[in-house]
Structure formats: C-alpha cells, structure tokens
C-alpha cells in the first residue's frame, strides 16, 4: 500500500495554512536568510510565528513528503475522476519523492473532482513538474494526455519515472509502412497501390500502435492528432473514442489549435497544384462576400472532379506519390469546407500575397466536437492561462459545462530563486509602428551594450524576420561573428547549432515556445520587441472592434511570459531576460490583475504601475 511517511516535530506556518498552500516544517529545520521578505508569500503577515518561518523551510518540508509509487499495470482497476481518493491519486505519483507544491494540488484536483467539478484549471510554473502531477491522474482512469508539440510527448516518452504510464500515438507520418519502409504510413501502399492490407494490425507500425493506444488505459498524443481524430468519428475502425479524463498540458494555446485546424485555406500547399493554378487569377480579384463564395465554391467543383479522377487512377494503374499527397490534401479540404459551409458562427476571410484563408473568428462552435466530446472530465494545465474566465469561455467549455462545475486552481508559486531569473529594464523607448523609426536605432545599441556585458549564449527575440534582419545589418561587426540568424528554411538546424555552441547569440523569431535552454544553452535572453498579435490580421482587428482589447493584452503577456521561461528550467539555474521595447511597461500595466505573481516579483520596480524608479 502507498505510504505518506510523517516527519516528527513538525510546527506549522498559520499563514501557509490559511492561503491553504503546504504549511508545516521540521523543527529546527534550516532558516532561509537570504529569502526577501518583501516578495515572500509566507513572510508578509505580522505574526510571531509567520515571522520566524522561512520559505525554504517550508519548501524543504515538501520535499520531505515520501510516497511509495505504485508500479502502474494496464490491468489494474481503473476509477472514475469524481471517485478518486487523494491517497490513489498519490499512490499513482510517479516519483518517490514530491516537489513544492505537489501534494497540495493533488489534493486540490482530488476535492474538485470529489465535488463533482467536471474541470480543473491549473497554472503552475516551470519546475512545479505539471506533467508528474496530471500522470497522477491519468493514471487511475481511462484518459487521453495531449500536448501541443510531438517534442513534448518524446520528452515524456524519455522520462524512465514516466515509462509505462501511457501508450502514445503520432500521426501517419511518423511511422514506415511495412511493405515499402522508404514511405510513410500516408504514402503506404495501401494508399498509391489500394493494397488492402489486411495484415496491418500484425505488420503496420501506425496500426500495430494504434492498436495498443486504443487497448490501452491511457493514451498520449499531440493536440493536432486529438484534433484530427476528433473528425473520423464513424468513419475509422480504430477510433480511440472518448475517456473519463482527457488533460491538456501546455493548454494555453488549444483554441489556436483548433482554428488553424478548420481553417479554409487556399495556398500552393492546401490544395493540389492544378486546382490552385485555376482557382489563382480569381483569388488575386476577391474584394467582396460574394466574390469568396463564388470562388470558394469553384474550388470545391473543382477538387471533387479531380477527386473522382483520382480514384479511377487508383483503381487501374495506382497512384504516384505526388498523387497521393493530392488526394490527402483534397480530403483535409473538403472536410473544413464541411464545416465552413455548415456553421453558423462569422469567420473571417484575408489574403496574405496570393493565398487566401478563411477561419472562424472563434474556435468555441467547433471545441465541443473537436476537443471536449472526448472525455467527462478535463485537466487544463499550463503556466500561462492568464485570465482563466475568458480562457474557458473563448475555448467554449461554458457550453458544454456549467459554471460551477469548473474549478481554477489557485495560482502555483515559483520554486526558482527569484535572483536567478531577473527581468532588467533596459527599454528605450516603444518599437510599436509609430516609434520604430525613431527607437530602433536605439534598440541596436541597447543590444550590443548587453552581448559586451554577456559573453555567455544569448538569445534574442526578434518577434519578425524584418526586426531581425534590421538587428543583424546594424549590429557593429565585432559583435557579428557571434551571431546565429536563421531563416524560414532553417530554423531547426541553427538552433540546434547555437544550442551546441557557446558564446553564441542565437538572434531568433518565433521561438519563444517549448524550448528547453536550460543551464549553459542559455544565459541570458533579450526581448526586442512585445510579440503583439498581428494587427493585419482581420481576425485579431475584429475581436479588438469587438471590445477584446484586453484579450489582445494578454497574448502579448503570454508571449513574453513564455519567453522568459525558455532559460531558467531548474533551481540553480540561472539566466537574465533583458527588455529593449518600451512597449513593455505599458503592457505590464494594462495586464497587471492578470500577471502570474511568480513572473511579478521578478520585475524590477520601473515596470511595477504605480512606480517612478527606474533603473539605470
Ligand atoms: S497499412 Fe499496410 S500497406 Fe498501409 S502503410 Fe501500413 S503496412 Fe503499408
């Protein structure tokens, strides 16, 4: 049976206890000197015993919270979320000893599922170990664990205190097919040739492990493949149908996903070329609503004949390869045109040079079927959920649960020493259109007085490829040989250089999500300029005519937020996050109420509302 061993002696923190976070310690266990009591959640009450009660006290108390995990077996019972005990939940812990923080959300998760809460929202920094928690719970009941990147899923899949838990299932393209292993599964035979494989479940490495994810209590996989299989419903034999508990981990761009995927789009890459090429000389001329249905309606006529052609090729000669990515893209068409034909929500249309997209200008109409149809109950866990009402609004879980059957947690603390991780004010001014001109000289110089200062690995998040390349072309030479700069075309291979290199500064874009820098990857990171979401995008123009501009805020928030937990990944881990756009405190400001406290007390006081200091 699993153990909870008790420490003797044990005196506890009134106020730790009251805000419900972990509150007892060993007596007489080490007394944190170096902790600030200004930013110390567990120092800032008035009292005798508050006074004399240390953060890392409490912290090394947690730690000393021993569970003997249970070897987990897919035979064993598995219970509904609502029936579950604190002592199974942590039985299922997969490490034998808890971090700060966990047990107490285990037990949070427990009560609210207890108390019939259907959804749980927890947002918890890096370094909580979000992911040990939620396999807890993914553990004792049948349940989907998806995460937006396949990096994510090999990370867990490498982690032995995570070996066996699930059973994970990738795309078609991840997998040989067995008769022709230079293809992948989308390319198999049974597609160019119409095989009928008959054997696949013995033979197929997608079928072979498919299989077993649909045999299996737990299955992890990526939002895009939750998403996608969310629409073969009825039509797969392999569906791996829905579950008791489906977690999303890294949840605070599901709704994201879900807009690109029914996404309308016409490109070079969405629809084979020959439909393209027709479709092109009428793209480049739609102004109005009606102009777009025309068009779009010639484009499925079109598609739907080359559909049929290509199902009389496969049926005589077979398909070639190129064929085959046609009749795939074709199908994934047709399916979002479904949808776009069928709803009943506004989506926006844009054409960005000559390809066109049409999306909805919410994702919350398509969530139920694409996301919460799959599971009764959900864990939502990420570090960036700012304002978690909106979020379970927009991503449209008001529609399918009440109110109060949805809990948010409160917010989980930082572990990591705030002095590793500091934010420094060295803005010049905003970078926004109107002050780019005028600021970006600035901003160049700003940057080369920080890569002297910082000789270690730098990042730089340069938000677009035309900051970027402004950067790069005025940076002084000296500083130029340090510098990795990649491309569209390039991106994996120059920062897997600069994460080998050192001394290197890795001037990127779009990188500010799932990346693991941790230690001497990284030793500081500089914020050019506020990833504000794109005003060129009708559909974000559209939601601000609509009153969302807090909603655009917090994008922005989330980005840096991310950002800044690329580099600090452990406790002794150290690195800077350096701020060029002046941009930011404004920001900051309009944020406030929603800024995690963890990413706060690391803000110098010139970014604080309120505050007239500034650093020099
Ligand atoms: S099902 Fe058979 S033919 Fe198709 S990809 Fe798999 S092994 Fe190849």
Redesign the pocket.
């Known amino acids: 049976m699993p153990r909870i061993i008790e420490e003797p002696d044990l005196v506890s923190c009134e106020y730790a206890a009251k805000i419900g976070w972990p509150s007892t310690f060993r007596l007489g266990a080490p007394i944190c000197t170096d902790c600030d009591r200004s930013r110390c959640r567990f120092h800032s009450v008035p009292s005798d015993a508050a006074s004399t009660l240390k953060h890392r006290a409490v912290i090394k108390r947690t730690v000393h919270n021993r569970v003997q995990p249970t070897r987990i077996r897919f035979n064993d019972p598995m219970v509904q979320p609502r029936e579950l005990t604190t002592r199974e939940g942590l039985s299922r812990f997969p490490s034998s000893s808890l971090r700060p923080y966990q047990k107490v959300t285990v037990e949070r998760i427990v009560e609210a599922f207890n108390s019939g809460k259907k959804c749980v929202v927890l947002t918890a920094p890096t370094g909580f170990g979000k992911s040990y928690v939620n396999t807890s719970f993914t553990s004792v009941t049948r349940s989907f664990y998806a995460t937006p990147q396949l990096a994510l899923i090999d990370q867990m899949l490498r982690d032995q205190s995570l070996k066996g838990r699930f059973v994970e299932i990738k795309g078609r393209r991840n997998y040989p097919?067995?008769?022709?292993p230079h293809r992948s599964?989308h390319l198999?035979?049974?597609?160019t040739e119409q095989?009928d494989?008959k054997?696949?479940f013995e033979?197929?490495p997608?079928?072979k492990q498919k299989r077993k994810a649909a045999e299996a209590p737990s299955v992890l996989l990526s939002f895009a493949y939750l998403v996608a299989e969310g629409q073969t419903e009825g039509h797969s034999e392999s569906y791996l149908g829905t579950r008791n508990l489906l977690v999303l981990d890294e949840a605070h761009n599901i709704e994201e996903e879900c807009l690109n995927h029914i996404s309308v789009n016409i490109t070079p890459f969405t629809i084979p070329h020959e439909a393209y090429s027709k479709a092109l000389p009428v793209l480049r001329k739609v102004r109005t609503e009606e102009q777009l249905k025309e068009l779009l309606a010639d484009v499925e006529a079109s598609l739907k004949t080359q559909l049929e052609q290509v199902r009389k090729i496969t049926e005589t000669t077979g398909l070639s390869v190129m064929q085959a990515e046609d009749l795939e893209r074709i199908g994934r068409y047709l399916e979002t045109y479904g949808l776009y034909k069928s709803s009943k929500s506004e989506w926006v249309w844009q054409t960005r040079g000559d390809q066109l997209f049409v999306q909805p200008l919410f994702a919350r109409e398509f969530m139920k079927e694409l996301i919460w149809k799959r599971a009764e109950h959900y864990i939502i866990s990420s570090a960036t959920i700012l304002n978690p009402q909106e979020y379970v609004e927009l991503t449209g879980l008001l529609d399918v649960l009440k109110e109060d059957e949805i809990s948010i947690l409160p917010q989980v603390p930082s572990t990591f020493p705030v002095e590793n991780r500091p934010v420094i004010d060295r803005t010049v001014g905003p970078l926004s259109r109107a002050g780019w001109e005028e600021n970006m000289p600035k901003a160049v110089r700003a940057v080369e007085e920080i890569l002297r200062e910082e000789t270690g690995n730098v990042a730089i998040h340069c938000h677009s490829y035309d900051n970027q390349e402004t950067l790069v072309n005025n940076l002084s030479e000296d500083l130029r040989q340090r510098l990795i700069v990649h491309t569209r075309r390039d991106r994996e291979e120059r920062l897997r250089e600069w994460m080998q290199s050192r001394g290197k500064v890795f001037v990127s874009v779009a990188f500010n999500e799932g990346q693991d820098w941790k230690y001497d990857v990284c030793d500081a990171q500089i914020l050019l300029k506020v990833p504000f979401p794109d005003l060129g995008d009708k559909r974000v123009k559209r939601r601000l005519e609509m009153g969302r501009q807090q909603w655009y805020d917090n994008q922005a928030l989330l980005e840096v937020i991310q950002a800044y937990g690329r580099a600090v990944r452990a406790e002794d881990d150290k690195a800077r996050f350096y701020v060029i756009d002046g941009s930011f405190q404004r920001l900051v400001g309009k944020c406030w109420k929603f800024v995690p406290d963890w990413f706060k007390e690391a803000l110098p006081a010139s970014f604080v509302p309120g505050s007239q200091t500034r650093e020099t």
Request: glycine share 6%; hydrophobic share 30%.
């Open positions: 097919c067995y008769h022709i599964v198999g035979k049974c597609v095989y494989c054997e696949r033979v197929c997608y079928w």
